[in-house]
């Protein structure tokens, strides 16, 4: 428990750093550190005197200790979106006779539609989509690229990465990995499942804050062969060559893209001094013991919410949703009374359960003012009816 090292809301239970996680206590400072001292004093020279430049790379490893990555084979930029375009895309172009992209009805729709979007933009590209359960029957000779969420973001339901990356290579197929909802909540072994191609954002478990940059893995494998398709000048070989033709960078440095968000990525760096000290087999130890612990309380006093979760904990990531048709209020008027959580439509109550700042305790008095919001019905009430921007 690491709840000292987060600066948390007064008064309220966060069960939602699977959405955003919360300000690492070093995080101010060291954006302060990287504007005062760096981009204050040394203005232009912190490309160099700052190492700006090779942030990308040195944070990219940081990450990929907690994913069972290769030195050097992840890069952080971008958003995650764009990394998924650009992976895709790059396994495509690594399997030109196959013109399928298979993904899961469970993806998260931005995946979806970038995807999508891809295969319109190459004309004979087909993206299909199926059932979670029908990926691996679906798998065959014309299937380029799998394309998944490890844990999807509604039900936290996982897909077994080391057998689905084994079937696409035995079909000759290759994988790209949305680890959004894996990556520091529960332990990914990149290497060790064969995995292609992988990405994720930082913004999650990995408390790194709005908008913080997505991140990249490439197999070493495939590193020195495959193309980035978003050439950007950052991922040449030379940048500062300025040569006007593109020649990509060794390694999975190609993929980076152009100049890196350097103030976000030093709150991202002050998120992952706290991650430098995690070990993730234990932190997924906590999390299934507080995730069980939170369902058995919920189911127990509330028999009109049903787990949509899987019941195995093996099975899940580090959340715990439940289904209710009345979820939107429900999850509204469990906000008003100190309990955060979020609401996917059209009926999800999602909670995130992150060990390295919550208790038993936390679970205890979360799951208390759950069943005083659904045993008297605090959620019929007009007030928590009305739709905002972002739920
Ligand atoms: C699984 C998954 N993929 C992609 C995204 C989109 O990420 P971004 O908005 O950083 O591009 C999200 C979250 O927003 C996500 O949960
Ligand atoms: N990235 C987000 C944002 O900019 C605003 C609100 C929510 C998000 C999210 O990350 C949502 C998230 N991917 C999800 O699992 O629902």
Same mark, same amino acid.
């Given at each position: ?13 966060? !069960? ?50 907690? #994913?069972? &990555? ?16 650009? %992976? ?33 933009? %190459? ?24 394309? !998944? /969420? ?11 990465? &080391? ?56 197999? +070493? $494998? ?25 020649? +990509? &960078? ?12 350097? %103030? ?7 998120? !992952? ?12 130890? $906590? ?13 127990? &006093? ?50 995130? #359960? ?20 659904? /045993?008297? $019905? ?7 009816? /009305?739709?905002?921007?972002? /739920?």
């Amino acid at each position: 428990m690491m709840k000292e090292r987060f600066i948390l809301p007064d008064g309220l239970v966060y !069960l939602d750093g699977n959405s955003l996680g919360p300000l690492p206590r070093g995080a101010a400072a060291r954006v302060g550190t990287t504007m005062e001292l760096e981009w204050g004093r040394l203005a232009i020279a912190g490309w160099n005197r700052a190492g700006w430049i090779g942030q990308p790379m040195a944070l990219g490893d940081r990450i990929g200790r907690l #994913i069972g &990555a290769e030195p050097g084979s992840v890069s952080v930029g971008d958003t995650l979106s764009v990394k998924v375009f650009q %992976l895709v895309a790059a396994a495509l172009a690594m399997r030109p006779e196959r013109k399928v992209v298979l993904s899961d009805s469970g993806n998260f729709p931005s995946d979806l539609y970038m995807a999508d979007g891809l295969a319109e933009a %190459l004309g004979d590209v087909q993206l299909v989509v199926v059932e979670p359960e029908e990926i691996a029957g679906r798998i065959g000779p014309d299937v380029a690229v799998l394309m !998944l /969420t490890e844990v999807d973001y509604r039900t936290g339901r996982k897909h077994d990465m &080391a057998a689905l990356t084994r079937a696409a290579h035995e079909a000759g197929a290759l994988t790209v990995w949305d680890l959004a909802h894996s990556a520091g909540a529960l332990p990914v072994e990149l290497a060790g499942a064969g995995a292609d191609f992988a990405c994720g954002c930082t913004y999650k478990y990995l408390n790194g804050g709005p908008g913080a940059p997505g991140f990249a893995y490439v197999a +070493p $494998r495939h590193a020195d062969t495959a193309r980035t398709i978003l050439q950007g000048w950052l991922g040449h070989a030379e940048p500062f060559a300025f040569e006007p033709g593109y020649r +990509p &960078a060794a390694g999975a440095e190609r993929m980076r893209v152009g100049t890196p968000p350097i %103030l976000q990525m030093a709150a991202l760096e002050a998120a !992952l001094d706290i991650w430098d000290e995690v070990d993730v087999s234990e932190l997924r130890a $906590r999390s299934i013991v507080l995730s069980e612990r939170f369902i058995a309380a919920v189911e127990s &006093a509330c028999p009109d919410i049903a787990l949509v979760s899987p019941r195995d904990p093996e099975a899940r990531g580090s959340q715990v949703s439940f289904r209710f048709e009345h979820g939107y209020a429900a999850m509204q008027a469990l906000i008003a009374h100190g309990v955060v959580g979020d609401f996917r439509a059209p009926d999800i109550m999602r909670f995130g #359960i992150t060990p390295l700042y919550l208790s038993e305790e936390d679970i205890d008095v979360a799951a208390g003012v759950i069943a005083k919001v659904m /045993t008297e $019905r605090l959620w019929d009430d007009p007030a928590y009816a /009305t739709r905002s921007a972002v /739920t």
